[in-house]
């Protein structure tokens, strides 16, 4: 009896060490939980930021020479959230709905092509898509860009940050998805053939994004065609034959709510510098676009030729450097007003 007791006590004591140990295994475990996910916010939000600047170079490539530039007041505009310029372009036009657009395009775009490099821990290849119906020289496999996750993790981190119900949130909105849509649109079959001796009796293919400038000129045919809506009953309606039609966010369309104010003139409490002044570079078969440039605001202009040192005549060096002698190369250089 007395070995009984001693038994069942000792039992005991090993069921209350094994429960603590639990709850510290648990606590341990919440504890690396909580600090995984932290780092991986942490890593996330670093990525959004590169997006970010990634879509706002992007947009002052495509728009380099014209006039509006891309060019933004606050120069730090990503250094801190919200991101999208609520502060820096607080009106709803065609510019803004594209600096939208694009930037949520390169955040997507950012974060796919991170996921697909296997740099954001437990992501890395999109869902396995199913094979088409009959015979088929081709299957899919290898390693498909999970634009899913670019997606979701967008709307995470930037349409949440829209709060309400009015008309600037749903304009936001909007060109948020649209520039999700168009990294979509882009994504390109991309194959590898097998066979026996370089045949190619079967292909494994895989979807792969496009590259960002290719989104960008897309985008930037969106802006040309971006259409003006109102705000009526907390929805984007377009007009179209004297009725409201109703916008929604199935339509790849840019959509804008204020006119755009005039770039030519300079206005710093718009932050816009105006065309006097600006300079546009180009090579001498193309000095037109920069004259009519400065002619579009009614501007003089000055045209001067200029040299610069570039890389030319590069070389592959074994092993394993890249040579390249410098020649001078002719531009023209002209300035507004």
């Not at 648990?26 to 939000?45: A, C, G, P």
């Not at 966010?249 to 002044?277: E, H, I, W």
């Not at 610069?308 to 590069?314: A, I, T």
């Amino acid at each position: 009896m007395n070995l009984f007791l001693v038994s069942l006590v000792v039992l005991l004591f090993l069921d209350l060490s094994l429960q603590e140990d639990r709850k510290t295994t648990k606590s341990d475990s919440i504890r690396e939980s909580s600090f995984l996910r932290q780092r991986s916010y942490n890593l996330l939000w670093s990525i959004v930021k590169e997006g970010g600047y990634r879509g706002l170079a992007e947009c002052q490539k495509l728009f380099q020479n014209e006039i509006w530039n891309c060019s933004l007041h606050d120069k730090n505009v990503f250094q801190k959230l919200p991101i999208f310029f609520k502060r820096t372009l607080p009106h709803a036009t065609r510019e803004t709905a594209f600096l939208h657009a694009i930037s949520a395009a390169a955040i997507t775009h950012e974060l796919t092509v991170q996921c697909r490099q296997n740099r954001i821990p437990g992501c890395r290849c999109g869902k396995t898509r199913k094979q088409p119906k009959g015979k088929s020289d081709w299957q899919w496999g290898g390693c498909s860009d999970d634009i899913k996750f670019g997606e979701k993790e967008t709307r995470r981190f930037i349409d949440k940050l829209e709060k309400g119900n009015d008309a600037r949130t749903a304009f936001n909105l909007h060109n948020n998805q649209v520039g999700r849509k168009v990294v979509r649109s882009k994504l390109r079959k991309e194959c590898r053939c097998h066979g026996v001796t370089g045949s190619c009796t079967m292909k494994t293919c895989w979807k792969e994004l496009a590259l960002f400038n290719v989104v960008g000129q897309e985008l930037k045919r969106k802006y040309r065609s971006a259409i003006r809506v109102s705000f009526i009953n907390s929805k984007l309606h377009r007009r179209d034959n004297n009725r409201d039609k109703l916008v929604t966010r199935k339509q790849k369309k840019l959509v804008y709510l204020n006119s755009s104010p005039d770039f030519c003139v300079r206005n710093s409490t718009a932050g816009l510098p105006g065309l006097r002044g600006r300079t546009c570079v180009s090579d001498l078969e193309s000095e037109e676009k920069c004259r009519s440039l400065c002619n579009s605001c009614n501007l003089p202009h000055r045209t001067a030729e200029r040299h610069r040192q570039v890389k030319c005549r590069c070389k592959f060096v074994w092993c394993c450097t890249v040579k390249c002698e410098l020649c001078t190369e002719k531009y023209s250089l002209t300035t507004c007003g």
